[in-house]
């Protein structure tokens, strides 16, 4: 997902590149994240609040109620760093971030 847009660049399924949803069928590649800007609101409060640099925020989109924070890990798993083919160190780096 493009941080900047919301749009969905690439997609992955057991290592494979998709570019339509598995179960439906719909395509993937530039849809839009509803609520982008309030997911990336969430995402950004959770490694604060609980007292980490970074983590990783699962976040569902709810037909009701909006983006929902699900879970919040200290340790993320690496398979985004797969999908954006660009390391952690990089992405914080371009994001202002500066870390040793």
């Not at 749009?7 to 179960?23: F, Y």
């Not at 849809?31 to 995402?43: G, I, K, N, T, Y």
């Not at 925020?57 to 699900?70: E, W």
């Amino acid at each position: 997902v493009s941080l900047e847009t919301g749009r969905i660049t690439r997609a992955l399924v057991k290592g494979q590149e998709i570019t339509h949803h598995p179960d439906t069928g719909k395509n993937l590649i530039g849809f839009q994240v509803p609520h982008w800007d309030r997911v990336l609101e969430l995402a950004g409060k959770c490694g604060p609040a609980i007292g980490l640099g970074y983590s990783g925020s699962d976040i569902v989109l709810d037909v009701n109620d909006g983006p929902l924070i699900i879970e919040v890990n200290a340790h993320p798993g690496i398979e985004i760093q797969n999908i954006n083919q660009e390391g952690l160190k990089a992405r914080m780096h371009a994001a202002g971030e500066d870390f040793k």
